[in-house]
């Protein structure tokens, strides 16, 4: 499933590099746009909230400059800038909508090189090995469709590196992933939801049971294996809809899965930002945010508000306690 663009904007020096190459002859068909910064591109800015899908077929090249990793206490102890930023999806919730029209499509860093000796020289220095997050600015899996990065990158770190990579997806094209010799460095974690949740919020993604697949696809590769029951967003059947969810999982998950997997927990948060850019943009869709539920978190964030998110979280503990029995890393 590999995404289509409509147009590609690039920073020249991007073209110095041998993936821009690649892309430029992967997409010369398009028309090509040159820009200053893949950071800041003012007609896309400027560009009303309605045009926000309209605004997800653009394909941006660019250089990462910023390479500060940043200390994570989950799944990771580092999370690391990596080859793209932004995404084609249109999750209805998705944090990487940052300042309306700025952060929504999808940006490609050709100098993967670069971020690789980075990430190889960090991890050789630590006393103890690290895990390094390289998903938390984009789906890489989607990402690796139009450049090959993951398999790179995979390769790469098994060579080279001694801890480990991590990355979360909403999708299933991991076919290319399963023959590749990751040396056990690698923690691959699938994002699980409703199927209902997907088809209606995570816009664009793949279906459970594709997910499901794959996870365990994953794990039969010998791939360290987790899982994300995230976000969960308490709709007013939400209650139905994830025993649903685990009943599914627990039939349908291998025993590889269940017995070598984790699971983290992370319930929505949501921001005036999004609210707006939904409203305007996706007039029909399933509305999220619910004013009685949630409560200000400050910087125009909006969480559910405790008592509610303590119930909710009990009964969810509790569903998996029951029927999966695979150990919940953390709730957030």
Request: net charge neutral.
């Amino acid at each position: 499933m590999e995404p289509k663009f409509d147009m590609v904007y690039y920073e020249p020096q991007a073209l110095d590099y041998p993936l821009g190459q690649e892309l430029l002859e992967k997409y010369k068909y398009l028309q090509w746009t040159e820009i200053e910064s893949h950071n800041r591109i003012p007609e896309l800015i400027n560009s009303e909230n309605k045009e926000f899908t309209h605004l997800k077929q653009h394909l941006v090249l660019g250089i990462r400059k910023t390479h500060k990793y940043t200390e994570n206490h989950k799944v990771s102890d580092w999370l690391v800038p990596y080859t793209s930023s932004g995404c084609r999806a249109m999750c209805l919730y998705c944090y990487l909508v940052c300042n309306y029209n700025k952060c929504s499509y999808l940006r490609l860093f050709v100098n993967r090189e670069q971020m690789m000796s980075r990430l190889i020289k960090t991890d050789a220095a630590a006393s103890v090995p690290q895990t390094f997050e390289i998903g938390s600015n984009s789906d890489l899996v989607l990402e690796n469709t139009i450049t090959g990065n993951l398999n790179w990158t995979i390769r790469q770190f098994a060579r080279a590196g001694k801890g480990n990579i991590t990355f979360p997806t909403k999708f299933d094209m991991v076919e290319p992933l399963l023959k590749l010799d990751h040396g056990g460095k690698v923690i691959f974690r699938m994002s699980m939801n409703p199927d209902e949740i997907i088809r209606q919020v995570e816009i664009g993604t793949s279906f459970l049971k594709e997910r499901i697949k794959a996870l365990n696809s994953m794990a039969e590769a010998d791939y360290k294996v987790g899982m994300l029951i995230a976000p969960i967003i308490l709709v007013p059947e939400w209650k139905k809809l994830y025993t649903e969810l685990i009943d599914t999982l627990a039939d349908e998950l291998s025993d590889k899965v269940k017995q070598t997997g984790f699971i983290e927990i992370i319930f929505m948060t949501y921001s005036f930002v999004q609210n707006a850019i939904n409203t305007e943009a996706f007039p029909n869709a399933t509305p999220i945010f619910d004013k009685q539920q949630m409560i200000g978190r400050g910087r125009g964030k909006y969480c559910y508000r405790s008592e509610i998110r303590a119930k909710a979280e009990g009964y969810i503990r509790q569903q998996i306690s029951q029927k999966l029995n695979m150990p919940v890393l953390y709730i957030v």
